[in-house]
């Protein structure tokens, strides 16, 4: 990837190796296993792109992500870490946490 962006958005895997085999085979048997598997905790990905996001981005852009219902806090800790503020987050229709926006 070349360039610089206003905006980049993610649907990375997010979900913690060790629960992929619980998930609803609806899930688990339809969607490859890259694109579940966010490694030991859920969150290599999130680390990945907080900490080489920063030189594809224009000035004032963002970074918008989506998450599991549980990871708002450990994905916002590792944006932060990286040097984003986090500047908005959205809820799913069952009010479960689900995408953050940092910038």
Known sequence: ????????????????????EDLDI???DHDPRI???????GLNAYG?????????LKKGGRIAVEIGFDQKMSVSKL?????FVQISA?????GLNRALIFE
């Open 90 to 94: 959205a809820n799913d229709l069952n």
């Open 1 to 20: 990837m070349r360039g610089q962006f206003d905006l980049i958005v993610s649907n990375p895997p997010y979900i913690a190796s060790a629960v992929i």
């Open 48 to 56: 990945v792109i907080a900490a080489k996001a920063a030189p594809y």
């Open 79 to 83: 944006f932060e870490a990286a040097g």
């Open 26 to 28: 609806d899930v688990r």
């Open 35 to 41: 694109a579940l598997d966010g490694g030991y905790d």
